[in-house]
């Protein structure tokens, strides 16, 4: 196996010429699904697939090995972690609405407000889209908490977002998030709905003026996508409105609905149905909609996804630590819904969120054969591309995208190897992504990136988080110390 690929390779960059890759294992696209392709030859030339299959016949430029490894297609996240991660605060510290996860109406009468710089809020981006390549994931829909904003994203952090993208080689599809609305905590476990109409239809029109500003920038790896923030906080005239302007800007639209018990006691408060049910009464259900989660989506609501062409983003790891989960995986497929994963919390691990897909499904059938490692590979890559409406990535086949994410077969603890789709499902994890091209250049080779040094950055975020979670009180149920909100799982000796 070559070891020194700097002869070859240089990040930021794409390979001089016609450049042939080769492995142990190909996964390549053929007849309409994944092949695998034993000591199979990938050929990628400036940005663009050539050749994935069995043998290249062509001259090329210069023949690069990866021996015991997996040219994948990259990986696609719908709904990537772009901040740091608070939603890991409440994991062991429940109720949620008693740790921060919802304003009480003491703070918002004093008002809300930003509790981080704007250059925090670039340094986030930047940092978790490097850990997004790191993972193997070439393509990225962003996604980040609201409940330390002051009230929504600023189009600054996404101008920043977009060009963190571009240095690190990332394919995006985003836009700024809003929201006509929030949730409001008046009694424990009792919550109320303040909405500001103008405020949300602001946030539209900035997030329309991003996109018509931003999309294809970078060689084209920056993509409009629209992205209201959950439905519970969207009124009736924001949503028409932005599946309106999607249609004009012929871009996909990411909306959270069922997805918690809280949001489907507010939709039936305020509307008398669940949130799918009362988006398809107003006709707002359409294939630009990508839901994710849909872990509280009733047999009824599967159904007008399925009907409507709706897309599912499967963020299994995230849902079962809250002890929720799709049901299932396998029904919704089974009704003709397209499934696209996502990882939605740190770490941004699709394998390990695959391998969770694969156990909470067959635990919800409560059947052994209820999905196959391969279905969820499907779902991570060629799912992803059909939600964002593309079919030149998730796959490697002539005219495709060069995204690609090569991940090692040869770790010690994923011995011993079988077929390795399931290898990977079973043992692996995103440490074992050894390269990672996106768009033909290399973004990522031996936990190695072009534009940010990893090492110091995880410091520089660990240290930014703290200084978060010092302002918790100010924002929390009854203003209780940072101690009594966030214990510690065994009592500290000192």
């Known amino acids: 196996m070559t070891s020194d690929f700097s002869q070859y390779l240089t990040l930021g960059k794409r390979p001089e010429g016609r450049t042939l890759m080769c492995a142990e294992w190909l996964l390549a696209y053929r007849d309409d699904s994944h092949h695998l392709v034993p000591n199979g030859e990938l050929v990628i030339e400036q940005g663009e697939v050539i050749y994935a299959g069995p043998h290249f016949h062509g001259e090329v430029t210069q023949r690069i090995d990866f021996g015991k490894a997996l040219i994948s297609p990259g990986l ?22 008693a740790k921060g996860r919802i304003w009480p109406r003491s703070y918002v009468e004093r008002g809300p407000y930003e509790m981080y710089t704007p250059e925090e809020l670039a340094f986030q981006k930047r940092f978790a889209f490097g850990l997004l390549l790191l993972n193997g994931i070439t393509t990225a829909a962003p996604i980040a908490s609201l409940y330390y904003r ?71 790896l920056v993509n409009g996508m629209l992205a209201p ?14 599946m309106a302007a999607a249609q004009d800007l012929d871009c996909r639209v990411r909306l959270h609905m069922a997805q918690g018990a809280m949001e489907l006691a507010t939709m039936r408060k305020l509307h008398g149905v669940t949130a799918p049910q009362w988006l398809k009464d107003n ?27 709706v897309s599912i983003a499967h963020s299994p790891l995230v849902s079962a630590r809250m002890g929720s989960t799709l049901n299932s995986f396998s029904a919704c497929r089974n009704l003709g819904i397209n499934v696209g994963m996502a990882t939605d919390t740190a770490p941004p691990d699709m394998l390990m969120n695959l391998l969770i897909a694969l156990i909470t499904c067959r635990v919800s059938e409560k059947n052994s054969d209820a999905v196959r490692s391969a279905e969820l590979f499907d779902a991570a890559t060629l799912g992803g591309a059909r939600a964002l ?29 079988v077929d390795p789709i399931t290898t990977l499902l079973t043992g692996g994890s995103g440490k074992v992504t050894q390269a990672v091209f996106v768009d033909g250049r290399l973004s990522m080779l031996e936990g190695k990136l072009v534009g940010i ?33 966030f214990p510690s799982s065994y009592p500290i000796w000192k």
């Not at 923030?229 to 932005?242: G, I, K």
């Open 76 to 97: 696609i996240d719908l709904d990537a972690l772009s901040d740091l991660d608070t939603y890991l605060l409440v994991t062991d510290n429940q109720p949620g609405w």
């Open 150 to 220: 002051e009230w929504a994203e600023t189009v600054a952090e996404f101008d920043a977002a977009s060009d963190a993208a571009g240095d690190l080689g990332l394919r995006v599809f985003l836009s700024p998030a809003y929201r006509s609305g929030s949730m409001v905590l008046v009694e424990p476990g009792q919550f109320d709905s303040s909405f500001d109409e103008t405020r949300g239809l602001r946030g539209l029109e900035d997030a329309i003026a991003f996109i018509e500003r931003q999309h294809g920038r970078h060689g084209g």
């Open 229 to 242: 923030d959950r439905v519970e906080t969207c009124t009736l005239p924001l949503l028409q409105r932005t």
């Open 283 to 309: 006709r707002l259900l359409s294939e630009r909609l990508i839901a994710p989660h849909a872990t509280y989506a009733t047999a009824s609501d599967l159904r007008l996804y399925a009907e409507n062409g």
């Open 389 to 417: 409406g593309r079919t030149d990535i998730g796959r490697l086949a002539p005219r495709a995208r060069a995204d690609i994410s090569i991940f090692r077969l040869d770790d010690l603890y994923m011995t011993p190897s």
């Open 453 to 485: 040094d990893m090492i110091a950055a995880r410091h520089q975020a660990q240290r930014q988080f703290d200084r978060l979670i010092e302002k918790y009180p100010d924002r929390s149920w009854r203003h209780r110390t940072v101690e009594e909100l």
